[in-house]
C-alpha cells in the first residue's frame, strides 16, 4: 500500500523558516516525481514544487521561487521541502504528492496524496 | 501559464439526481485533464485522468468527457458521500500543473 506520511508543519513567524518532510512506502519511491501542493485555508489547491527522480530537475510556483527549495533523499525514501522567508500568504496545508504516469518524461496527474502538514505563518 | 476555470463555484442538487461540472482551459490541454474529489479535513482524491477514465476504485457513476478546452465531469446519481469539492486539473503544460478553483457539491 502507498503510503506518504508528511511532518514537519507548525507556527512560524512572518520571515522564519521551516522545513517539511514527507516518508515514502509502498512503492519505489527513486522512480517517480514527486511534488508539493498546498490549500489556503478555505482555498482551493496549488502546485508549488516538483523534483525529478534523481534531483537533477526542479521546478517551482513563481510565488515561492527564491525561498523555497525542495529536495529528496532516495536512500532514505524521502522528499522535503525548506520554506525560507515565510510570509502569511504561504499559511496553508502542504500535501505530498505523485503519480506514475508521465508524458514525455515530466510528472501528470496525482495518484497518492498525503494527509498533509498545516503551515501556519502569524505572528 | 494555462488558467483552468471550473462552474459552478457551488452546485445544488438533490440525492439521487444528476450533476454535471465544468472544466474550461484558457488553452488546448488535449485531454490531459484530470479531476479529484476532496472531503472536508481528507487529502484530494484522484477520480479521473485522461479527460475520460475512471481510476482505479472509482464508481462508474462518475464520468468524465470532453477534449482541448471544455470538460465536464458528470456524477449521474448522487449519493449522500459524493457531496464533496471538485477540482479539475491540467497536466499538458508542466510547470505547472494548474488546478481550477473547485466547484462545491451541496445537498440540494
Known amino acids: 500500500e502507498v503510503q506518504l506520511v508528511e511532518s514537519g508543519g507548525g507556527l512560524v513567524q512572518p520571515g522564519g523558516s521551516l522545513r517539511l518532510s514527507c516518508a515514502a512506502s509502498?512503492?519505489?519511491?527513486?522512480?517517480?516525481?514527486m511534488s508539493w501542493v498546498r490549500q489556503a485555508p478555505g482555498k482551493g489547491l496549488e502546485w508549488v514544487a516538483n523534483?525529478?527522480?534523481?534531483?537533477?530537475?526542479?521546478y517551482y510556483v513563481d510565488s515561492v521561487k527564491g525561498r523555497f527549495t525542495i529536495s529528496r533523499d532516495n536512500a532514505k525514501n524521502s522528499l522535503y521541502l525548506q520554506m525560507n522567508s515565510l510570509r502569511a500568504e504561504d499559511t496553508a496545508v502542504y500535501y505530498c504528492?505523485?503519480?506514475?504516469?508521465?508524458?514525455?518524461?515530466?510528472?501528470?496527474?496525482?495518484?497518492?496524496w498525503g494527509q498533509g502538514t498545516l503551515v501556519t505563518v502569524s505572528s | 501559464e494555462i488558467v483552468m476555470t471550473q462552474s459552478p463555484a457551488t452546485l445544488s442538487v438533490s440525492p439521487g439526481e444528476r450533476a454535471t461540472l465544468s472544466c474550461r482551459a484558457s488553452?488546448?490541454?488535449?485531454?490531459?485533464l484530470a479531476w479529484y474529489q476532496q472531503k472536508p479535513g481528507q487529502a484530494p482524491r484522484l477520480l479521473i485522468y485522461?479527460?475520460?477514465t475512471r481510476a482505479t476504485g472509482i464508481p462508474a457513476r462518475f464520468s468524465g468527457s470532453g477534449s482541448g478546452t471544455e470538460f465536464t465531469l458528470t456524477i449521474s446519481s448522487l449519493q449522500s458521500e459524493d457531496f464533496a469539492v471538485y477540482y479539475c486539473?491540467?497536466?499538458?503544460?508542466?510547470?505547472?500543473?494548474?488546478f481550477g478553483q473547485g466547484t462545491r457539491l451541496e445537498i440540494k
Open positions: 523534483i525529478k527522480q534523481d534531483g537533477s530537475e526542479k
Open positions: 488553452q488546448s490541454v488535449s485531454s490531459n
Open positions: 485522461g479527460a475520460s
Open positions: 486539473q491540467q497536466y499538458n503544460n508542466w510547470p505547472p500543473g494548474t
Open positions: 504528492a505523485s503519480g506514475e504516469f508521465e508524458i514525455g518524461g515530466y510528472p501528470t496527474y496525482f495518484d497518492y
Open positions: 509502498g512503492f519505489t519511491f527513486s522512480s517517480y516525481w
